[in-house]
């Protein structure tokens, strides 16, 4: 079975600069989820979809931070413009359902941001 | 929220049984307690979830004591190849997302 899959694994930007990380979670599973993961953190959700509706929110900056999931499969998380702070990997996370007693969320290798 | 407290770091030689205690004491009725495994440049991997009592899978058991405040990762035989950051997560069954939070999580390394 595949499993989550994220593109570019690093990317090097510059401050105000834009970026866009894309995910391809495992077939078949309604719920995806954006986490931010400062060095030596763990990792921080940033928004949670069920299908193609966001679920939760609440901690991503929309300011500058966007994220869509067309079609309820594929998602994409922007940064635009990009700050010094948003140096961090961004994980993608799948799961069958959204709830805690189904067991798990399958993380992909995610996606390491520099921003100089 | 429930919140949970584990220790930053361990030290274990291999072969040796680790150990790794959450304290959760605010923990509700509803909240299950998961543990997930990550490696550098990697992210994070289930290892095992469970309510009450003990959970054992191929990979570690799971104890949680009868008031659920605090529970114990235990590993056994522990290898090289278990240096990791483990993560004890507490939160209600029915929604991920916010419910289940990652701490700063207790990084494990196994000497040899």
């Known amino acids: 079975e595949a499993g989550v899959a994220q593109s570019p694994r690093y990317k090097i930007i510059e401050k105000r600069q834009s970026v866009a990380f894309w995910c391809n979670p495992i077939s078949g599973h309604a719920t995806l989820y954006w986490y931010q993961q400062i060095l030596g953190q763990g990792p921080k959700l940033l928004i949670q979809f069920q299908n193609n509706g966001v679920v939760d929110d609440s901690q991503l900056p929309k300011d500058r931070f966007s994220a869509e999931r067309l079609k309820g499969v594929d998602s994409t998380l922007k940064i635009q413009p990009a700050k010094l702070e948003d140096s961090a990997v961004y994980l993608c996370?799948?799961?069958?359902?959204?709830?805690?007693?189904?067991?798990?969320?399958?993380f992909g290798e995610g996606s390491r941001l520099t921003v100089l | 929220l429930a919140k949970t407290t584990q220790p930053i770091s361990m030290d274990s030689y291999e072969g040796q049984e680790v150990n790794i205690t959450c304290s959760h004491n605010n923990i509700a009725t509803n909240d299950y307690i998961t543990w997930y495994q990550q490696f550098p440049s990697q992210g994070p991997r289930f290892i095992i979830q469970?309510?009450?009592t003990k959970v054992t899978n191929e990979v570690a058991s799971l104890f949680i004591p009868a008031d659920r405040k605090s529970s114990t990762l235990s590993l056994p035989r522990v290898s090289l190849s278990d240096t990791a950051v483990y993560y004890c997560l507490v939160g209600e069954g029915d929604n991920y997302g916010q419910n289940f939070v990652f701490g700063p999580g207790t990084r494990l390394s196994v000497l040899p």
């Open positions: 996370a799948s799961s069958l359902g959204s709830g805690g007693r189904s067991g798990e969320l399958f």
């Open positions: 469970g309510y009450k």
